[in-house]
């Protein structure tokens, strides 16, 4: 049960976090990016930005994007739900909190993309190298941060910690017996 307790506390620290920034820069609905303060000068800024494409800017000029973005994220949702509902083996404790993450973050952003038509995006980390002085000009949310972590651990989890995972070591050691 306590997945569902990091699923809400994610969730809502999404939407208040974008609805906060959304009011607090007074440039909601209006479009662009818009700098409203810095966390740590010269290293994190809050900026509003409304993106209508995907992650970090991918799928910019597809026609109907917002139709896509939405039937994946329903597509998506509904392989994990058929997964929870279906599965027969035991979940560990960190597929649960991976799951609870990635779910989180894609409902974070559906919520977005639903009653606004795009993402509201207001982190900016800004690493002082690269082209124009800006390695990673992305801007992205706590949803996305969810999503991020959460597939990073799924990742690790097939590689590593399922007992089917490709590089785990006690399936070396099987194999070396044969």
């Not at 820069?25 to 290293?43: L, N």
């Not at 509003?48 to 026609?63: I, V």
Request: overall charge positive.
């Amino acid at each position: 049960m306590w997945y569902i307790v990091i699923f809400i506390a994610v969730l809502l620290t999404d939407q208040i976090t974008k609805i906060l920034v959304a009011a607090f820069s007074g440039f909601a609905g209006q479009g662009g990016i818009h700098h409203v303060f810095w966390v740590i000068d010269g290293f994190i800024e809050i900026s509003y930005c409304e993106n209508t494409n995907g992650a970090m800017g991918l799928f910019a000029n597809l026609p109907h994007s917002q139709i896509i973005f939405i039937i994946t994220t329903v597509v998506i949702l509904a392989g994990i739900a058929a997964y929870l509902i279906f599965s027969k083996k035991k979940r560990s404790v960190w597929l649960n909190l991976t799951l609870s993450l990635i779910i989180a973050g894609a409902i974070g952003n559906f919520i977005d993309r639903l009653t606004t038509v795009y993402v509201r995006d207001f982190i900016h980390v800004i690493l002082p190298f690269g082209k124009n002085g800006d390695f990673f000009p992305y801007i992205f949310n706590v949803a996305d941060i969810a999503l991020v972590v959460g597939a990073i651990m799924l990742v690790i989890h097939l590689l590593f910690l399922d007992k089917d995972a490709l590089f785990r070591k006690k399936k070396k050691a099987e194999n070396a017996k044969d």
